[in-house]
């Protein structure tokens, strides 16, 4: 619990690790400031923010009164981690035994495997002419993969870990948000869309979707201001490569 004044603050963009963070506030019911970091123009290679993050990435959360005391906490999995043992919440993360090492495996199955898969699957989707190279075939075959593995073991349980609902359920769903724009057909998948259902039913997800709704429209605007050079740093490429089109990757 908070007893201080001090408010939290969200340093992101509309992005699935932004969101995992977002979800992860709403069930705790934590207030926060949110500050937009516009990636496509740069701005996370500016000191300011490198002082927050070295790595130039959001999601970054400070918490002035937690007991991080202000120091800058990056890469979504550790935040999810220090939100859940901060404020108390072991029915997200249990403390100790075999539960807790249940929803910490699937978090890094996550943190691991889906997310840099996923991602990796994203920039073929945006350079059209390469998604039939061998590499973005392989990305795409190893999504898929991943898609069937969370439907049959979803078909085993109704949460990712035996334990129930956890930050391993939170982490994941913003990923799957990109399962049609993946080409993934849901009559295919129709235990993790069961899940889906159940993680949108809950206040917790609604609330921190209207929240993530300005880091989506910050986005959307610098989207169309975003150039070739600030793509390549984006895309952390030292030479300009292929032209991208981003029009597969837009959220309303």
Not at 28 to 35: A, F, T
Not at 115 to 138: C, E, K, M, V, W
Request: overall charge negative; some cysteine.
């Amino acid at each position: 619990m908070r007893i201080g004044t001090d408010m939290i603050e969200l340093y992101g963009c509309g992005s699935p690790n932004v969101r995992k963070v977002a979800i992860m506030l709403a069930e705790l019911d934590l207030p926060y400031s949110q500050h937009y970091v516009a990636v496509l123009n740069g701005a996370q290679f500016e000191p300011a923010f490198l002082a927050l993050n070295p790595l130039g990435r959001v999601p970054v959360l400070v918490d002035p009164e937690g007991p991080a005391q202000g120091d800058p906490i990056f890469e979504s999995g550790a935040i999810l981690i220090y939100l859940a043992e901060a404020y108390g919440r072991p029915d997200l993360l249990p403390a100790d035994g075999a539960d807790r090492y249940q929803v910490m495996k699937w978090l890094m199955l996550q943190m691991g495997n889906i997310g840099p898969i996923f991602g990796q699957h994203n920039h073929f989707l945006i350079t059209p002419d390469h998604a039939q190279s061998y590499a973005g075939q392989r990305y795409r075959e190893q999504a898929a993969r991943l898609y069937r593995l969370l439907d049959a073991e979803l078909a085993k349980r109704p949460w990712l870990a035996d334990y129930g609902y956890s930050i391993a359920d939170i982490a994941t769903y913003p990923w799957v948000l990109y399962c049609e724009r993946h080409g993934m057909e849901w009559a295919d998948l129709p235990h993790l869309h069961a899940w889906m259902d159940r993680i949108e039913a809950r206040p917790a997800v609604q609330e921190a979707d209207q929240m993530m709704k300005k880091f989506v429209a910050d986005d959307a605007a610098h989207i169309a201001t975003a150039t070739q050079e600030t793509f390549d740093r984006f895309f952390w490429r030292q030479a300009s490569g292929p032209g991208v089109d981003l029009s597969p990757m837009k959220v309303s």
